[in-house]
Each structure stands twice: as C-alpha cells, then as structure tokens.
C-alpha cells in the first residue's frame, strides 16, 4: 500500500509534467482534444494524489515504522485521534496534503467552469497542474513522505504533545485550505492574461472561490489563535511571530479583493488592482510558506530548516517573474471604464478600503523582513516586536473599522447631503452615545474608547441596514416580520452575508481592544493558601489552592493542580491546570512536560490560570493568573463571521445576474429589494 | 479629475502617516538580534553597549539551568559555540525550554557579564520537525538515530 502510494507519487509527476503544457498548447493551437486533455490531466492527478494519501494514512495507521515519517511523527500509543492528524504534523506529509487538496479544488473549479468558460480553463488546468507539479517535484527529490528507513524501529518518536490538541488537528488543514485554494482565482487571472478576456467574466468565475479561499484563511487563522490561547500557556492569542504573520498576509490582499471586486463589477473600474491583487495573494501564501519551511526569519514555529525552502525560493521567483511579464504585457488592455466622480462616494470608501488593507500588509511584511532587510543594509540584524505592529497597525484598524460602517450605506458615484444624512444619523449617535459612556465610566484606554465607540457606529449602520430592508418588505409585499426578514437576507445572500461578516469582524475587535485590561499575577501557593486578583470590571477573584494529584492517563503522566475559584466571595467551582509528561510506550518519558492551562470563560472576561510547576521539597506550588477580558468575543466574532462569509457564498441569490440586475441602481435598499 | 486629486491627497496623507509610524516604530522598538559572539564584539568595541535592550539568539548550554521554583528564576548559560553568557531570566519559562534547545532571550547584558532577560522563548524546532542532531553529537535514542539515518 506504501509502496502503491510512492509509485502513484511519481506517476503524478509525469502526468503534471504533461499537464502543465498541453493547456497552453491546446489555446495557441485551437485543439479541443488538447484542452480535453489538460483537464483529465487534473483529474488524473487528483485520483492519484488520493491513492498517495491513503498509502500515508495506511502507513501511519498500520505502524508501519519502516516508514520514516511514520516512525518520526508517531507511536504505538498514540490516541488513533492523533495518529490521524500526524499526516500533517510534518513537513512532508503536510507537503502531500497540500497537493491533494490543491488537485480537489483545480477538479471541482474545472468542473464547475468548464462548460461556462471553456476557452479559460484549458489554461487554467494547466496553471494548476504546474502548481501541484511543484509540490510533488518537491516531494520526490526533497521530502518524500514513503522514504524508507534502513531497518525497522519498534516504535516511533511520538507526536509531540503540544500537537496532541483538538486545536492543532483542524488548524493546519484549514490554513493549507485557505492557501491552497488561492491557486484557483490565481489560474483564472493568468488564464484571462494570457487569452486576454479581461471582461469581468473571469472575475464571476473566481469571485465565490476567493471568498471560499478567504473562508477557509480565516477560520485557520482564529483557530491558530484559538490553539495558542488554550495550548501554549502565555495567555495571548496572537504574537506578531513570522508565521502568523505570513498567514496573515494573504488574509489582508483577499480582503482588498473581495471589496474591490465590487467596484469593478459595478463601475468598471480597478481592473489593474484586481488583477494585481489575485496575483499577490497568491505570490504572498508561497511566501508565507517558504517563511515558514526555509528558517530564514527565526519563528518559534519554524519547521526545522531543509533544502525544501529553496524550491519554494525558486517557485516564487519564477512564478513571480511570469505573472508579472504577463501583467505588464496586458497593461494597456486593463483601462477603466469610469472614473472616480466624489470623494464622498462608496467608490472612494473602498478605495481608502483597499489602500490601508495593502498598507496594514505592507507594515506588517516590512516588520517581518526586518531583521532580513537591516542585515542586509547595515549589517546587523535589528528585530521589532509587537509594539511595533501594534503601533502601526491599531490607528489603521480603526480607519479600517470606520470605513466597515460608511463604506455599504454611502452611495455610489456621488452621495448626497441628504443620503449622508439619512444613513448616518443613527450610526454617528451610537458612536457619540458610546464614546461619552465610556469616558463617563473612566475607561483608562483612549484606542480601546475609540475602538468601542466604533464598533457601535458599524453595528448601528448594520443594525439599521436589516430594519430598514425588513421594514420596506413588511410594507411592500406585506409579509410578517419573521419572514421579511428572512426573505430580505434569502434574496440578497451576498449583501446581508456580508454584513454579517462585518458584524463578525466587530465582534474581533472589540475582543482585540479587550487586550488592553489584561492583567497577569503569578503566585506562589502552599495547599490552602490563596490569591486575589481584580478583574477591570471591579470584580474581585479569590483562587484557593487544593493541592496537586498525580496519575497515569492515556500516553502521559499528569500532574494536576486544583484550585478553588471564588467571585466577590462567592463560589464558582474548580480549575484546574494540568503539566503533563508524555511517555512513550515503554513507559519511558518522551519530550519535554507540557503544560494544560485551564480556562473559565464567560461574556465578559477569562480567567485564565497555568500550573508553572512545585517547588521540590516543598508544599509550594506556582501558578500565573491571567485576567483576559472579552476574549470570548474573538472565537464568536470568528464563528459570526464564518456564517456571514457561508450565507454570501451560498449559490443562489446575489449572484452575477442579480448583481448586473442592479447595475444602474442607487444605494438605496428599497430599490433593491423592489428589483 | 478632481476627485481623482483629492483622493491621492487623502492616500498620500495615509501613506506619510504610516511611514511615520513605521519609521518611529522601528525606532523605539527595534532592537539588535545578535549572537553571543557579536554581543561580546559590539561591548568591546564600545561600552556603552552594557544595559542597551538586545535579543539574544544562542543553545542552551546542557546541564546549566538551574531553576529556583519558590522565587521564579531560571539561570542559564547561553552559547553559539565561541562565546557564552549566563542568562537570568525571572518568569514562567516555555514548556519547550530545556537543555540544548535554540533561545531568544530579550533583555539586557550588565557590566558583570550576566544576561537579564526579560523574556523567554525557546525555538523548539521539533515542535513540527526533528531536529538534526548538532555536529559532534552522538544519537541516544532509538529515535534519534531513526533521525540520522535519514
């Protein structure tokens, strides 16, 4: 079966090399059994990436420790969970996933393209088919997942145990989804370069493919977060390290396009940027990757450093080098249609949009490459931290979070006194209403007041955007207020989707400006004692210490530490912090101890409480509380915004027909709820 | 074309304000990532250097920490081969810090040659991948030799 996978590996490499071709050939030539062939070559190669990947599960689930990857990332007793989720806990396995997944999407966008673009996706297929041929080529000269060891080991390394997390299990695959499929809108670009159909036809093709790109980035990105917060034990959920950054990145140019998308649909306009930044994605998740797997930026995540960096450095490059060829070469074809009229106009809100979106990534890149960068020019490496990108990036946040709330309500073109009047009244008097609150209560924080203040005036606008439209539907067709409401958001899935993801992103925010009342104590406790923290909200926090309790569980040896929590005096229940030493399945420690934080999270703020270790020889423990207000916020802004971008994607209403249907209409909701 | 003007107005306003904030902020936040090596380099070629704020990037030396749990400090000797330092560092140390691994210690080196750091991190680079044992090492376990016969 390992073996089978090996072969299918190569038989892969062939047919990509193949592929990656004959798309071009079947365009310049005009041969419809060309183009045919260009697409079965993905299929081909999808089926066979999926015999590949059953031959690693098999392995890892078969024991089968001849297999170097199996041996180095596994064990006997290692929960079935994590065997599973071992395929891509290193970088060869995470290698084949890749390929796997970006064969899935190249099949699922040729068959739901081809019928509709058909002088697009031979090219497509083929850009496709290059991607995926160099994850394989690097696989089979660099990292290949079935080499074999010299003899047999009785048992495996272990999967280390900061992995051992439901966290870390969906994590990477949902990251590698976002990158992965950034591929497809990619194809598509060059695609409509090469052949020049520089319509907005390409940008229908892709436009739900990068909010399933963006969908995917997103949720891997709050779940990395989420994995860090409940695994790592600092207490924080994001650290400006390279590789969140990298992550990071692609998010932010995606987001630009998914905005300025719409202008182009509308206007006409931007048709260089759009392109330029379909290109950019997806030249930043190669980046981002060979970030992450060339050790050239130190990261504590860092994969240990291979030669497979240099096939990434190289795939850039040249991938890099031809967009951009072609880009220049169609450069006079991509001229708007219209012009910018006002700068009191949604055009202009987005624009400013999109500028800051790309200014945020370039900070943060420039922040990242620092250390690269002075090196180079000084020659010694200086680094920035976190004030860094905190002092760039909080001011541009909130000029982002202001934009959240005019950019859907102003009006197209030119807006008036009166549409400003009308749209924001209620929005500028929840922002003032909140921010004299706030004051009012002695918030110590001037960018959290302003972030909080903020976040009211886009809610408003939201808030009043489903009224209105539920209100203008009850008088129309009159139906109740359930089901107007449910028809407005049903017949304009992408507008009120999107709205919601605002909804979504606010909610990240004001999670995010919580950081600014977190506090940490660390105390030493004997059994019985206690410690006392105060929460921002006034309230008081008393953790008794119970004692420490040792057993054998699963794969480990735990330490637990109990600890009894009271609020104000009055009795909330048990937390309790766990270090666990991992063993392997000779019962013999493996790795260094982890240590499992607990949590009490509600609305308002996270208690949040680390065992630190004993004092040997003594009754003496040590514990760090932290205080993390409004955290829960971020995992539920995080999930807020997964539905709004799913209720968007959702094929039916919205589409490209409803959107042309709406073309010459002003921004006014009962027209398009009329239309 | 007058929107068009005022738009590059606003951008540009945009732009210089972050390039302040960039520039300002690298100014105040940055700090030196340097070796042992060209720690002790930069101190001997001027003094001033003691009790500025660096990073540190070094191995932890094998068998040289010593954790104090009741008071919270971990000492350590940190090296890149050539040149070493004992750290100090006062905190929760990470679960991946132990004997061997790559630190980058934030702090400051005293005019008596101890390292203050003010923050911890181990680069665990097993956390995803097996490291390859440093040169001169000989392969213990079972694994580690798994390692070295790849």
Redesign the interface.
């Known amino acids: 079966m390992t073996d089978l996978g090996n072969i299918a590996l190569w038989i892969t490499l062939l047919i990509g090399a193949w592929g990656s071709v004959v798309g071009f050939v079947a365009t310049k030539q005009r041969r419809p059994d060309l183009a045919r062939s260009a697409e079965r070559a993905i299929f081909a190669m999808f089926a066979l990436l999926v015999v590949a990947s059953a031959g690693l599960m098999h392995a890892l689930l078969a024991h089968d420790f001849n297999v170097?990857f199996v041996?180095?990332y596994t064990s006997r007793n290692l929960p079935v969970f994590y065997t599973w989720s071992a395929f891509y806990?290193?970088?060869k396995g995470s290698l084949l996933l890749w390929a796997l997944v970006v064969s899935l999407f190249g099949t699922a966008a040729l068959l739901v393209n081809r019928r509709k673009y058909p002088e697009l996706t031979p090219i497509v297929a083929s850009v496709v088919a290059i991607v995926i041929t160099f994850f394989v080529a690097t696989m089979v000269f660099s990292a290949n997942p079935f080499?074999r060891?010299?003899?047999t080991?009785?048992?495996?390394?272990?999967l280390?145990p900061?992995?051992q997390n439901p966290g870390m299990v969906f994590h990477p695959p949902l990251l590698y989804l976002g990158y992965t499929s950034i591929s497809v809108p990619f194809a598509f670009a060059v695609a409509a370069l090469i052949t020049g159909r520089l319509d907005t036809g390409w940008l229908h093709a892709i436009r739900k493919w990068t909010l399933l790109s963006w969908l995917f980035l997103s949720c891997g990105i709050v779940m990395g977060m989420w994995w860090a917060y409940v695994e790592?034990?600092?207490g924080g959920y994001w650290a400006w390290d390279p590789v969140e950054n990298a992550s990071f990145l692609p998010w932010l140019t995606m987001t630009a396009f998914l905005h300025s998308v719409m202008i182009q649909e509308k206007r006409g306009m931007l048709k260089k940027w759009n392109i330029g930044l379909v290109v950019l994605s997806f030249l930043l998740s190669i980046f981002g990757t060979f970030l992450t797997r060339s050790g050239v930026i130190?990261?504590?995540?860092?994969?240990?450093?291979?030669n497979v960096g240099y096939f990434f450095l190289i795939f850039l490059i040249l991938a890099a080098g031809a967009s951009f060829t072609l880009y220049a070469y169609r450069w006079p074809v991509l001229e708007a249609e219209s012009?910018?009229?006002?700068?009191v106009?949604r055009e202009?809100a987005f624009?400013?949009n999109n500028?800051?979106l790309i200014?945020i990534a370039f900070?943060v890149l420039?922040?990242t490459l620092?250390?690269i960068l002075?090196e180079l020019i000084k020659g010694?490496?200086?680094?920035?931290?976190p004030?860094?990108f905190n002092?760039?990036n909080v001011?541009?946040g909130l000029?982002l979070l202001l934009l959240t709330g005019i950019g859907p309500l102003i009006a197209w073109r030119h807006a008036s006194t009166g549409n400003l009047r009308r749209q924001f009244f209620w929005p500028v008097a929840a922002l003032l209403v909140v921010a004299i609150g706030l004051v009012a209560v002695r918030m110590s924080d001037g960018w959290a007041i302003g972030a909080y203040a903020l976040a009211a005036f886009v809610v408003a606008t939201i808030v009043q955007e489903f009224v209105r439209g539920t209100g203008a539907r009850m008088r129309l067709h009159h139906e109740p207020m359930p089901l107007a409401f449910a028809r407005l958001v049903g017949r304009n899935r992408r507008r009120y989707g999107g709205y919601v993801v605002h909804l979504g992103i606010v909610m990240l925010f004001a999670g995010f400006a919580g950081l600014a009342f977190k506090s940490d104590t660390?105390a030493?406790l004997k059994p019985g004692e206690s410690v006392e923290v105060k929460s921002p909200y006034g309230h008081t926090y008393k953790l008794t210490f119970q004692g420490v309790s040792q057993y054998e569980q699963l794969n480990r040896f735990v330490s637990a530490a109990t600890l009894e929590v009271y609020r104000d005096g009055k009795y909330e229940g048990l937390m309790r912090s766990e270090k666990r030493q991992h063993l392997n399945s000779l019962g013999q420690p493996t790795?260094?101890?982890?240590?499992e934080v607990a949590i009490r999270s509600d609305i308002r703020e996270d208690l949040y409480l680390?065992y630190?270790?004993?004092?040997?020889g003594?009754e003496?423990s040590?514990f760090?509380v932290t205080l993390n207000p409004l955290v829960w916020w971020v995992w539920y802004g995080g999930m807020v915004l997964v539905v709004g971008g799913l209720i968007s994607m959702w094929p039916g209403g919205g589409g490209p027909t409803a959107a042309s249907r709406r073309r010459a209409e002003p921004a006014g909701y009962v027209a398009q709820v009329t239309g | 074309m007058r929107a068009r003007t005022k738009f590059i107005i606003g951008g540009v306003l945009v732009l210089g304000t972050v390039g302040y904030l960039m520039a300002s902020g690298i100014k105040e936040t940055g700090v030196y990532y340097l070796t042992p090596s060209e720690l002790a380099a930069k101190v001997n070629a001027d003094h001033s250097f003691y009790n500025v704020g660096v990073k540190m990037g070094a191995r932890v030396v094998n068998g040289s920490i010593t954790r104090d749990v009741a008071t919270q400090t971990i000492t350590f000797r940190a090296t890149d081969g050539a040149q070493s330092y004992p750290v100090v560092y006062h905190g929760l140390a990470p679960d991946t810090f132990t004997d061997g691994v790559d630190v980058v210690v934030e702090g400051r080196l005293m005019p008596d040659g101890t390292f203050r750091a003010t923050t911890l991190l181990a680069k665990c680079a097993s956390r995803y991948e097996a490291v390859p044992p440093p040169t001169g090492a000989t392969p213990t376990s079972g694994p580690a030799a798994a390692r070295s016969a790849t």
Do not use: C
């Open positions: 170097e041996a180095a806990a290193g970088q080499e060891l010299g003899y080991p009785a048992d495996g390394r272990g280390n900061q992995l790592l034990g600092w130190s990261s504590v995540h860092s994969f240990a450093q291979s012009k910018l009229e006002s700068m106009s202009a624009l400013f500028l800051i200014v900070s420039w922040g620092f250390p002075s010694t490496k200086v680094t920035v931290g004030p860094f002092q760039v001011p541009l000029l660390e030493t790795f260094e101890p982890s240590t680390v630190a270790g004993s004092v040997q003594t003496q040590v760090r």
